[in-house]
């Protein structure tokens, strides 16, 4: 596996909502173009993680027309401020108004939206066109995470020459899960599942 960039935190104010704007008008313009795609093959999906957590799918959006030269798989990670009980059901209802806030980067391909798992956390995992764009909307991403989550709580990986297909693929691992270091970024074999071997 290629080892992953670590977060430095999120970028300068000024320079992330100037990304984050935009990114918006560039959002709009897709949408009005139809872009933009609601996928169905992974959702209800349990992924598991090498922390011991797991989180089901409720969302794939994705942009068939990009096929990424640089392949790179980001995780994002946050947990919601004062959010309990069903504001989770309201937050996953209302949260595609998010949508402009990211498709519209520079390099994104797809998100997979993973629900809460056992501590509350969030996460996102993205496949995007070029290590360095992907770590650019990560913490530009930062900045607008922090109006709503716990400071402590938000972090990125960027893993270049990652697909997020093979990362969420059980016949795709490298490592068995004894070796996986126990990170919240890190997707796990199931139990029973194998290791499998990489696709090509």
């Known amino acids: 596996m290629s080892p992953s960039r670590t977060s430095p935190g999120p970028n300068p104010a000024r320079l992330a909502w100037a990304a984050v704007g935009r990114c918006i008008l560039a959002s709009l313009g897709m949408i009005a173009r139809r872009e933009i795609r609601l996928a169905h093959g992974n959702l209800g999906r349990q992924i598991q993680f090498a922390d011991g957590s797991s989180a089901p799918v409720y969302r794939e959006t994705v942009v068939p ?11 994002v990670t946050f947990r919601l401020r004062h959010v309990r009980g069903r504001g989770h059901t309201l937050f996953r209802m209302e949260s595609i108004l998010n949508t402009p806030l990211f498709v519209g980067f520079p390099g994104f391909v797809s998100k997979l939206w993973l629900a809460h ?11 995007w066109d070029g290590a360095d764009a992907a770590e650019n909307y990560a913490r530009s991403l930062w900045r607008v995470l922090a109006l709503v989550s716990e400071p402590d709580s938000i972090d990125y990986r960027v893993l270049p020459r990652r697909r997020c297909d093979e990362a969420v693929d059980p016949g795709a691992m490298v490592e068995p899960p004894a070796v996986l270091e126990p990170e919240w970024w890190r997707v796990a074999t199931p139990p029973g599942s194998g290791t499998g071997t990489k696709r090509p």
């Open 65 to 75: 027309a990009r096929t990424p030269t640089e392949p790179c798989l980001v995780a």
């Open 117 to 127: 798992d056992g501590n509350g956390r969030y996460r996102g995992l993205y496949e």
